[in-house]
């Protein structure tokens, strides 16, 4: 507007006054824009955004700050808490490089280095982060290769377990007023076991008490029932699923069925656990049971529906944990 303004007046010669009342300016603002004009030309009347103070971290140090918190924990720097706070970072570059920055400028500076709030996943110290990459890049390529020449067809199994009592999902409410949802106060407990094709085929099944061999061998007869292609069927180190009895019964199929075992302490290669996620996000949590009705019932209707949804099943597929897919 500034340059506009004085174009008007030194370019096509009219009045300051008028070109400001049709701006909607102050008629004695375009003084010193002229004299500005005058002295340094058009660009001294450019808009500069103020840049604000200096940082009080160089670049090399706010580099060092990201360095510290990917891929590292807390307690590895002498804290107790293994979780990142910005109080904790706070004290971190306080400590190390004599910088004392506020809450407020921690937390711009973590967004700076697009470093996020975020919800960590559990990792147990006995992981094997070889085996897991190994998995990764050689055992389960090799394992989807030999399917495909023989026709066969890979599932990821798993067990888990419901409650009638978890958690419950956010509501809104009056503020600094509890909400209350109500629910049956028996508990009740159900336990499932299902099977994943990336191509979005799905089996479940349902049961009460804890599984062991001679069960998973019930289970695995009612799996196979009428399947006609080879099944390479991926579990984790469950010991029932190690068990003599499980391996008569797969030596029983004559190479019907294959038992292929993920590395241990990885639930995340499992796309099955992702099924299970997803119910409990979005069934028990969210849809509390009412009075006189059936976990066993909730859970069911609630893997049928999962059943029916190929393209859901099949996207538990795709998650950057797993990334597994089909041909």
Known sequence: MRVLAVRRVREDGERPSAVMDSLGLCRTSIYPWLRRHNDQGLEALVEK?????EPRLSEKQ???????????DPRQHGFDLGLWTRRIVQSLILDKMGVELCLTSVGKLLASLEIIPQKPLRRAYERDPVVVERWRREDYPKLK?????????????????????????RTYGLKGHTSVVASSGQRQSINVISAVHAS?????????GKLNAEAF?????????????????????HPA?????????????????????????????????????????????????KKNE??????????????????LVASFFLTESVAYTVD
């Open 49 to 53: 955004i103020s840049q604000g103070p």
């Open 200 to 208: 979005g085929a799905y089996w479940a099944a349902t049961y009460t």
């Open 145 to 169: 290769e030999r399917a495909k020449k023989l026709g066969a067809m890979i599932f990821f199994l798993d067990e888990a377990g419901f409650q009638s009592d978890p958690p419950l999902g």
């Open 62 to 72: 706010r580099q060092q700050v990201r360095r510290w918190i990917l891929g590292k």
């Open 217 to 237: 061998v019930v289970f695995l007869r009612d799996f196979m029932k009428g399947r006609r292609t080879k099944v390479f069927l991926v579990v984790d180190g």
């Open 241 to 289: 699923h190690k068990a003599n009895v499980v391996k008569d019964y797969v030596a029983q199929t004559r190479g019907h069925l294959e038992l292929h075992f993920l590395p241990s302490y990885a639930p995340d290669l499992n796309p099955d656990e992702f099924v299970w996620k997803y119910m409990k996000n979005t069934g028990i949590s969210k849809k509390p049971l």
């Open 294 to 311: 059936s976990l066993r019932e909730q859970v069911e209707q609630d893997l049928a529906d999962s059943s029916r949804n190929a393209i």
